[in-house]
């Protein structure tokens, strides 16, 4: 990893020291303080109260325990966290993940991420995280249900509209977000709509959030596309993943006049030269949670690859949207050699350290998740406003709010960047440009 600035590397240190073991959290830290060097030169007062060190320490962390039983009568038992991570903007505001592999260095790093995400789309939302080291895996609806009451009968307490607001993220959709909306209103005996985002468009969902990840994400590139005189149109794309972000980045894509030509699950990934049928991946992924090899059985000259990398494929762009540093070194050096214009991340944190330093020396295109996807946490701010004022708005409307967000956020990473120096980096500029005002906010507001 790089030098940092004298400052900023006592704080990694320091950071290092309070949270032994969770890398997934030391690596978004470094990354955000690699770029904060030009802002603490022209900014002393950031280090001098000590804002820098105050944000890398979330606020609150949840930790709890979530018995439930299963189908044949056995009690099961999981660990779920709540990180609340920074209030300067608004109340915190964050996804939960329902995944096997889920501990506190993941939920710490999401939270950390998050807080500067959500300060990038300009709304007022905070930061926070949370989820469990549940695997919804092969688990009936009804387990998933009862999993769900349980993680909600503790984490009620702690949320709320004004508080903090969930939402969804790996192993989290709309099932997940019915149960435990269902469980809050049972608990608290109150219809707060705002608790909660991702929910049903009978219930208090806003149209365009399930569409809006990976809607935003394609949106984002059209911008950058946009910069240097280019589109989608007959642009190959390949896109990992085939969950809520990659299936709607997809859709998207398709829209625009590009192709799409390979996607994955935690199984493996597929090629279909021919463009992804889309329709076929929701069956398979949407409604029957099933395994995406199961495409090559519906189109015969398709192929499925269980070994090896999605990264392989030859392609113009590079959409990865799976989970955290599922592109490394070697793959960030095959897709140079075959040409890779641009890399964005839909996912958060995709791209190894590694990666991106190759993207970067390369010239390649490389946009950061926290820039990239932050088109769902900013639709989930349009649920809440919608909830607030109890409207509900079209999908043509919700979905051109979505996209003057993203246009925003872009001309944000890009002026930051030629500010500070560093023009066309995409990852100082978000880094900076998130970071500027909730800096300022935790100034004004005093040491809390
Ligand atoms: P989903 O649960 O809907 O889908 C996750 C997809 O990634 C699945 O296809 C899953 O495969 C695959 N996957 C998970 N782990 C691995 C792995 N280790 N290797 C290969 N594939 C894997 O989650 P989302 O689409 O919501 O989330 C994807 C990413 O986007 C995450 O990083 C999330 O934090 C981020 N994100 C999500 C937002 C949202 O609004 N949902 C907003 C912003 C970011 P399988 O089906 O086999 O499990
Ligand atoms: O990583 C993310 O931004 C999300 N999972 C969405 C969070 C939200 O509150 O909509």
């Known amino acids: ?29 470094h990354e955000v303080l690699d770029s904060l060097g030009p802002v603490v030169a022209k900014h002393p007062e950031y280090a001098d109260a000590a804002v820098i060190r105050r944000i890398c320490e979330p606020e609150r962390q949840i930790i709890f325990r ?24 608004g109340p915190y505001k964050g996804g939960l993940r329902f995944h096997p592999s889920v501990y506190l260095g993941i939920i710490k790093f999401l939270g950390f991420e998050q807080i500067f995400k959500n300060s990038l789309t300009g709304m007022p939302i905070g930061g926070g995280k949370g989820g469990s080291d549940f695997d919804p895996k092969g688990r009936s609806d009804g387990e998933v249900m009862r999993f769900c009451q349980s993680f909600m009968t503790e984490l009620y307490r702690h949320i709320g509209e004004h508080t903090d607001v969930p939402a969804g993220d790996i192993g989290v959709g709309g099932r997940e977000i019915g149960y435990l909306f269902g469980q809050y209103k ?17 219930w208090g969902g806003s149209q365009v959030r399930t569409e809006a990840t990976g809607y935003g ?66 069956e398979i992924k949407e409604v029957r949670r099933a395994r995406i090899s199961e495409y090559v059985d519906k189109v015969p000259s398709a192929t499925y690859h269980n070994t ?9 762009i590079a959409l990865p949207c799976a989970t955290q540093n599922e592109l490394n070194g070697r793959d960030a ?8 214009q641009v890399v964005a ?45 109890r409207d509900s708005w079209s999908f043509a409307f919700t979905e051109q709010r979505l996209a003057e967000v993203m246009r925003g956020i872009h001309d944000r990473c890009v002026t ?23 800096a300022d906010a935790m100034l004004a507001q005093g040491v809390i």
């Open 1 to 29: 990893m790089a030098k940092l600035d004298e400052k900023l590397e006592a704080i990694y240190t320091e950071v290092l020291k309070r949270n032994p073991g969770e890398t997934e959290f030391h690596q978004a830290v």
């Open 66 to 89: 979530v018995p439930w039983v299963d189908d044949q009568g056995n009690v099961q038992l999981n660990r779920g966290f709540r990180v609340e991570f920074n209030s300067a903007l």
């Open 186 to 202: 049972r608990i608290t005996n109150r219809y707060e709509s705002g608790v909660l985002t991702g929910k049903g468009l009978t």
């Open 217 to 282: 994400t394609v949106f984002f590139v059209e911008e950058a596309l946009k910069l240097r005189n280019e589109n989608f149109d007959g642009k190959r794309v390949v896109v990992s993943g085939a969950g809520n972000v990659a299936i709607y980045s997809v859709e998207k894509v398709n829209q625009l006049g590009g192709t799409v030509v390979a996607c994955s699950d935690s199984g493996g990934y597929i090629v279909d030269e021919a463009g992804i049928n889309l329709d076929l991946v929701k």
């Open 308 to 316: 090896g990398s999605i990264w392989d494929v030859p392609c113009d």
């Open 333 to 340: 050096e095959e897709l140079i050699s075959n040409g890779v």
């Open 345 to 389: 991340e839909g996912a958060n944190m995709p791209c190894t350290p590694k990666a991106v330093h190759a993207f970067s020396s390369a010239g390649v295109i490389f946009a950061p998740g926290k820039a990239v996807n932050a088109g769902g946490v900013a639709t989930s701010a349009l649920e809440m406003q919608q909830n607030a004022s």
């Open 416 to 438: 930051t960047a030629d500010k500070y120096g560093v023009p066309g980096d995409y990852v100082s500029g978000a880094n900076i440009a998130g970071f500027i005002p909730v």
